[in-house]
């Protein structure tokens, strides 16, 4: 019963952390080490890719429209949908090339780094709060923008940088629409995280016991359902330019983890 509730909350920080801009990686660690989490580094670090991927289907379901109108463009050749797509490629080649050629090192990370999560907290809530005072337009996503938002999102890799929060303040400082800078932050994820479960599906990383298994099943759908009212509530966020409060959040965590860690030793 303990691992099936420590899975139930495991979910949900997943759920609101991917979208809200506060480092769901981070958070996960945090809770994991808190929550007196036990399992080996590859059970945990299968936990944590499907809970990810829990929140890019949570995307698809809340952009499907987007998403369908942009499949149906291709087909059709539209110039739009074309370039739109060619943008999110180009914005998932650095964190792909990151997570190929240093997944082992970058795994290594996600193992109770907690000064490392603080750290990287706080320099969330830097970015968060210079994205919350630029000033609003309406420009949309260029080519050059696709590339700085995908080194923001292949750094964002680190846990306790927020991806969302990374993409997101990355695009608004570059001068692109708030609602825009979150729409295409949430769609260039998901190819992403689909790739990386395929990867580990042929890698053979998916190796759990019966009793994993349905811990890992049970914080996939709570990480869904929660995924889905995160994703359309932090859109609504970033349109009413209230980043900076999640920039203060992020200072607090950030320096109460250093603090707990450096104390306890």
């Not at 808190?34 to 991927?53: N, P, R």
């Not at 609602?179 to 932050?185: L, V």
């Not at 298994?213 to 990480?223: D, E, H, N, R």
Request: aromatic share 8%.
């Amino acid at each position: 019963m303990e691992a099936i509730i420590q899975a139930i909350i495991l979910g949900i920080i997943q759920g609101l952390t991917e979208f809200l801009p506060v480092s769901s990686s981070g958070h996960l660690e945090l809770a994991k080490y808190f929550l007196g989490y036990e399992a080996s580094q590859s059970e945990s670090m299968v936990m944590t890719v499907t809970l990810h991927a829990a929140t890019a289907l949570s995307t698809i379901i809340v952009f499907r429209k987007d998403i369908l109108e942009i499949l149906s463009g291709l087909f059709s050749a539209n110039k739009d949908a074309i370039n739109f797509s060619l943008k999110i490629i180009l914005s998932m080649i650095p964190a792909a090339l990151v997570g190929v050629l240093l997944d082992e090192q970058l795994e290594s990370l996600f193992n109770e780094q907690i000064v490392l999560v603080g750290a990287m907290l706080i320099l969330t809530g830097c970015l968060l709060f210079l994205a919350d005072r630029a000033k609003d337009s309406e420009k949309s996503v260029s080519f050059p923008n696709a590339i700085v938002i995908g080194i923001a999102q292949a750094i964002a890799i680190l846990p306790g940088i927020s991806r969302s929060g990374a993409t997101i303040g990355t695009s608004v400082l570059l001068g692109v629409d708030k609602s825009k800078s979150a729409r295409f932050s949430f769609l260039m994820v998901v190819p992403l995280i689909l790739g990386k479960m395929a990867k580990d599906l042929l890698d053979d990383s998916f190796v759990m016991s019966t009793e994993s298994l349905t811990q890992v099943s049970v914080g996939f759908i709570v990480a869904l359902i929660t995924g889905i009212v995160a994703c359309t509530w932090m859109i609504k966020i970033v349109k009413n330019s209230q980043l900076k409060y999640f920039a203060y959040y992020c200072f607090a965590m950030g320096i109460f983890a250093i603090i707990y860690k450096t104390a306890i030793g």
